[in-house]
């Protein structure tokens, strides 16, 4: 059972970083882009 909740915990977190890396991507070209 607590083998299940490590594997969600990392899940969310694998998926926070991927959201925040998408968002840090996009920002990063609406920067250079002069928006």
Not at 4 to 21: D, F, P, R
């Amino acid at each position: 059972m607590k083998r299940v909740l490590v594997v969600l915990i990392m899940g969310t977190v694998l998926s926070g970083l991927a959201a925040y890396a998408a968002t840090a991507k996009t920002s990063a070209i609406g920067i250079s882009t002069g928006k």
